[in-house]
Nanobody, 120 residues
Framework: QVQLVESGGGLVQAGGSLRLSCAAS????????MGWFRQAPGKEREFVGR????????YYADSVKGRFTLSRDNAKNMVYLQMNSLKPEDTAVYYC?????????????WGQGTQVTVSS
């Protein structure tokens, strides 16, 4: 099993920045891909970005490209989501997720989420 714990959410004004952290523990060696998703009230959960533990460029949703940056610290089993130029429409609960296989359509592990609120 893999446990994921997000932190770093909060309230920020539009144009501001936040950095979310995801701490992975347990059988992290069984995972290949880490991702971030978000869910706004009344909306479906949407993909934000993903990063591979072993390297390669992160991949982002168009809605956050150029504003959000994913990074990882393999030694600490941490993944970070740096969010800049935040907009009110970025308000959501942000979830960290992990996938065992890069080729699988399913995300196998999820964190509990952290709230991000962007005021206008």
């Amino acid at each position: 099993q893999v446990q994921l714990v997000e932190s770093g959410g909060g309230l920020v004004q539009a144009g501001g920045s936040l950095r979310l952290s995801c701490a992975a523990s347990g059988r992290t060696f069984s995972t290949s891909l880490m991702g971030w998703f978000r869910q706004a009230p009344g909306k479906e959960r949407e993909f934000v970005g993903r990063i591979n533990w072993s390297g390669g460029s992160p991949y982002y949703a168009d809605s956050v490209k150029g504003r959000f940056t994913l990074s990882r610290d393999n030694a600490k089993n941490m993944v970070y989501l740096q969010m800049n130029s935040l907009k009110p429409e970025d308000t959501a609960v942000y979830y960290c997720a992990a996938k065992r296989s890069t080729y699988s359509p399913n995300w196998d592990y999820w964190g509990q989420g952290t709230q991000v609120t962007v005021s206008s």
